[in-house]
């Protein structure tokens, strides 16, 4: 089975420029994640979803942040503009009911770097 | 508001040694809790789990004990070895919310030859 997919792997740009980030979550999951990590402040949830509808995204960092969920097999976590504090490594995760007490499921990770 | 608090690191032992992370919670309810393990430049995988008092979970060798009297979920492993070397995260899942986990800081481990 293909495990949560993150795309690109790897992001280097410049300060002021949109970055957009992927992730493809495993077949059947209903439920995403959209996580940051970096060293001051570990792991923080940034938004999730249920069935494509976002819950909660208090964590969210500001309005420069945006995600989407246009159907069950797709998420785009965005950043306009982009600026240096926002690098950080970010992961997707994926999750079922029926999975077993709600285990989430982490992709690779997308390590963001802002110039 | 629900928060997890684990033992600071790094934690360095030799190889065989026996482990110990601790890992203590504040949750309303009963909560559901987890350990995952991040290895270098991967992402986070589920280690273990327990969903309610006096569970074990046990996954490697390693061993978890929920424990809502001390309110604690230490993970244990009585011989480690070069290749659990990692950052441990502890974890919980509100027993009233829909999926939303609370991790802890993290602990990094590592495991001398």
């Known amino acids: 089975d293909a495990g949560v997919i993150q795309s690109p792997r790897h992001e280097v740009t410049e300060m002021g420029q949109e970055v957009t980030l992927r992730c493809k979550p495993i077949?059947?999951?209903?439920?995403l994640f959209w996580y940051r990590q970096t060293m001051m402040r570990g792991l923080e949830l940034l938004i999730y979803?249920?069935?494509?509808?976002?819950?909660?995204d208090s964590g969210m960092p500001e309005d420069r942040f945006s995600a989407k969920m246009p159907n069950a097999s797709f998420s785009t976590l965005k950043i306009q503009p982009s600026e240096p504090r926002d690098s950080a490594v970010y992961f997707c995760?994926?999750?079922?009911?029926?999975?077993?007490?709600?285990?989430?499921?982490f992709g690779p990770g997308t390590r963001l770097t802002v110039l | 508001g629900d928060s997890v608090t684990q033992m600071e690191g790094p934690v360095t032992l030799s190889e065989e040694a026996f482990l110990t992370i601790n890992c203590t919670y504040t949750?309303?309810?009963?909560?559901?809790l987890f350990w995952y393990v991040q290895y270098p430049g991967e992402g986070l995988q589920l280690l273990l789990k327990?969903?309610?008092?006096?569970d074990k979970g046990s996954n490697k060798g390693f061993e978890a004990t929920y424990r809502k009297e001390t309110t604690s979920f230490h993970l244990e492993k009585g011989s480690v070895q070069v290749s659990d070397s990692a950052v441990y995260f502890c974890?919980?899942?509100?027993?009233?919310?829909?999926?939303?986990?609370?991790f802890g800081q993290g602990t990094t481990l590592q495991v001398k030859p």
């Open positions: 974890a919980l899942r509100s027993s009233s919310n829909t999926g939303k986990l609370i």
């Open positions: 995760a994926s999750s079922s009911r029926t999975s077993g007490a709600d285990t989430q499921y």
């Open positions: 077949s059947g999951h209903n439920s």
């Open positions: 979803f249920n069935n494509n509808v976002p819950i909660d």
């Open positions: 949750a309303t309810g009963y909560p559901s």
């Open positions: 327990a969903t309610k008092a006096d």
